[in-house]
């Protein structure tokens, strides 16, 4: 049987292709009763439009890309249910691409999603290589950054401060007593950890405290570098009374670490974490870490995307997402109001 | 047409607004409101993230609310739907919109400028699940929000503001001059309703937001405080259920109202109430609305210029004793007594403080000094 098409719907319905068309792209242009009519009509004779017709027809392909780096690391997954969320309100598709930091991958993805013309494309700055991010500016694909990189870009943003999260982080231990603060990097070739290595070292200095050099080791953003890079910390003489942890995942097999080693955290040792990734709050003691707004930015990151997909404005907007304290249990001092309001 | 105002550069058929509240939630619920009379509807707060609601998140106790909710559950697209559709019907609609930086709080608000609110109300004083501290009492992130919202959009700004800043007219001066053409107050005051004695426990889990008449009296001391220091328009909050405490906020200074937690105690039926009995008021005395903003300003006065007189408390007629005490339990002189049956006050001991004037139910008490 041959496929059903818009003129068959129209016949039904009893009204022109136009007004059909209307109905399926710009929905808010018919008057509502004509709508549901039409669209009942759709529902009794199981129409689903031709995508990729439509695609041709509007110039819109209805699908918008992800980039991200890391698929298993929660804050991408926070972004990605973000992303998602927004994509599909608008009737919208999502295309995850998972680059590994492979800059193979990178540009596998970006000459499949310009061949395929997606509408718009979101990605991690710092992440993304610079020849890649050129090629999307001069083909002029809608697209917005997640994260402040160095340099003029002329992309929409949304950012949040890692050096103010490691800063307050690494604080909050400090002013509750704390001299030996050590820090667990991530992978410092990349700008967020650079960036929570600084604000580490700056919440010591300000302080008037010293900073080891041993006491700075990367856990390689997974939970084994987190357990190893503790393990190696508890065990080297002067060893640290708190550990700040670039991130929930190592902050898990640091914790797992301490435990094996027969020592309580916080009594011990305290911890605090970096994300606020969900299961931090399930991990006994539950994880005291610095909130990144990951979702928010997924929401935020689509909103402006399909701004300029809707729009013709030039007009690049920049949006920042404060970081904030999440006072758990892992940090020692859990007790009182700072555990209902934060700092 | 005696309530006929203007509030922040809006012509409003009368001074009354729904506050934002779970009483704004949908579009349906703030036409309700504007059927039954309010002459601008100020929705649910709108944030950039939809959390969810713990439950119960509302409890009354002692005629005050206390309220756990974080802002809509509807997403930002969401409102852009309704705010069309209230438009569609008509209706004055003004968007409540929190945010965590300028930057967003500039984003949200030119979203929901685009869809076509008639105004922007900037929540900076939310009392629970946000800091300890709340973010409207950090001046340059006041400043630096208000800024960058004046400068995107170009519909009136008014700013909600909380009894939990200490100097009054120093931040609300920076919200003037910030460019915003309105100041709102008062927000929900920090609370715990009370503890479930018998289980150790509060009677929600967290800390709320109070409205209600219990924060009546400080709703006005802040709008008479912002009144008194900054030219712009104040919108007074906070335990108004009739047309009395309409005009008391109004003689303080507010050239406008929201009504909220009085939807909760008697419905939107509340709100026809108010009107016609303001209007009443006005045409016995011959008012318009306007020329009670502020008649009660001028009377609030230094310690220094109130005269000091040896008032003294005294009975003007017999009052028998049997019928009530509250006069005599309350004094902190000992100055008042049952003498054969009858109330007596004794005027050397009387120190003049007039509690028991106002304790009084039947009004025979009265407060004077005899050359």
Redesign the interface.
């Known amino acids: 049987m041959k496929p059903l098409n818009i003129r068959d719907v129209a016949k039904k319905a009893g009204v022109s292709v136009a007004t059909v068309s209307r109905v399926l792209n710009h929905p808010d242009q018919v008057t509502e009763k004509t709508r549901n009519h039409i669209l009942e009509v759709m529902k009794e004779m199981s129409y689903t439009p031709n995508w990729f017709a439509r695609g041709l027809n509007l110039n819109k392909t209805g699908l918008i890309a992800l980039m991200i780096p890391n698929i298993v690391n929660p804050i991408y997954t926070e972004i990605a249910k973000g992303v998602e969320e927004i994509a599909h309100s608008k009737g919208y598709s999502t295309f995850l691409c998972n680059t590994e930091d492979s800059e193979k991958k990178e540009s596998d993805y970006i000459e499949m999603l310009i061949h395929r013309k997606v509408d718009g494309l979101i990605f991690i700055g710092g992440h993304l290589g610079q020849e890649m991010m050129k090629r999307i500016e001069r083909d002029q694909l809608p697209s917005v950054m997640i994260g402040s990189i160095q340099g003029e870009w002329n992309f929409s943003q949304v950012y949040s401060d890692f050096f103010e999260g490691a800063r307050k982080a690494t604080l909050h231990l400090i002013e509750n007593g704390i001299i030996k603060v050590a820090h667990i990097t991530g992978d410092l070739d990349f700008i967020e950890n650079q960036e929570k290595l600084k604000g580490y070292k700056a919440a010591m200095e300000n302080a008037g405290l010293k900073i080891k050099d041993k006491w700075i080791i990367s856990g390689d953003d997974t939970i084994e570098g987190g357990y190893l890079a503790a393990k190696r910390l508890i065990r080297a003489q002067n060893s640290p009374d708190a550990i700040f942890i670039a991130n929930d995942w190592m902050a898990f097999g640091a914790m797992d670490a301490i435990k094996t080693e027969g020592l309580n955290i916080p009594r011990d040792i305290a911890i605090v974490g970096f994300d606020n990734n969900r299961m931090s709050a399930l991990v006994d003691p539950k994880l005291t870490t610095v909130n990144l707004p990951a979702y928010k930015m997924g929401l935020t990151a689509c909103r402006l995307l399909f701004d300029e997909i809707e729009s013709d404005l030039e007009e690049k907007t920049s949006i920042y997402l404060p970081v904030t304290l999440k006072i758990r249990q892992s940090c020692g001092l859990s007790n009182g109001i700072k555990t209902i309001f934060g700092e | 047409m005696r309530l006929k105002t203007e509030f922040m550069g809006l012509s409003l058929k009368n001074p009354i607004l729904v506050a934002a509240g779970p009483w704004s939630r949908t579009p349906e619920m703030i036409l309700k409101s504007l059927d039954a009379g309010a002459s601008a509807v100020v929705t649910e707060t709108i944030a950039?993230?939809v959390r969810q609601n713990v439950r119960p998140w509302l409890y009354y106790k002692n005629g005050g609310y206390e309220n756990t909710r974080l802002y809509s559950d509807h997403?930002?697209?969401q409102w852009i739907q309704f705010i069309k559709q209230i438009k569609k019907s008509g209706g004055p609609v003004i968007a409540s919109v929190m945010a965590?930086?300028?930057?967003?709080m500039a984003?949200i608000s030119k979203?929901v400028c685009k869809a076509g609110a008639d105004a922007i109300e900037l929540g900076v004083s939310i009392p629970h699940g946000?800091?300890?501290a709340v973010m409207g009492s950090n001046p340059e992130y006041l400043y630096n929000s208000i800024k960058r919202v004046t400068q995107t959009v170009d519909i009136p700004i008014m700013v909600k503001f909380s009894p939990h800043v200490t100097n009054i007219p120093e931040i609300a001066k920076i919200v003037e001059d910030a460019g915003a053409s309105a100041i709102s107050a008062i927000d929900t005051v920090r609370s715990i309703l009370g503890v479930d004695l018998e289980n150790r426990r509060p009677l929600l889990q967290?800390?709320g937001g109070l409205s209600g008449p219990p924060i009546k009296p400080i709703g006005l001391a802040t709008v008479a405080s912002i009144a008194q220091s900054v030219e712009v328009d104040v919108c007074g909050i906070g335990g108004i259920e009739t047309y009395e405490d309409v005009l008391e906020y109004m003689m303080l200074g507010a050239s406008a109202v929201q009504v909220g937690s009085g939807i909760l105690s008697q419905g939107v039926g509340v709100i026809d109430e108010i009107l016609k009995d303001l209007e009443k008021w006005l045409s016995g005395k011959n008012l318009l609305i306007n020329d009670v903003v502020g008649s009660a300003i001028k009377s609030l006065k230094p310690m220094d210029d109130i005269e000091i007189l040896p008032y003294k408390a005294m009975l003007s007629g017999a009052c028998a004793a049997e019928m009530c005490t509250r006069c005599i339990e309350g004094c902190i002189a000992s100055a008042i007594s049952v003498e054969n049956g009858y109330v007596r006050i004794d005027p050397e001991k009387c120190i003049g403080c007039g509690l028991c004037v106002s304790k009084c139910k039947s009004g025979c008490i009265e407060l004077s000094w005899r050359l």
């Open positions: 950039m993230e997403a930002l697209e965590h930086s300028p930057s967003e984003y979203s946000e800091s300890i967290t800390y």
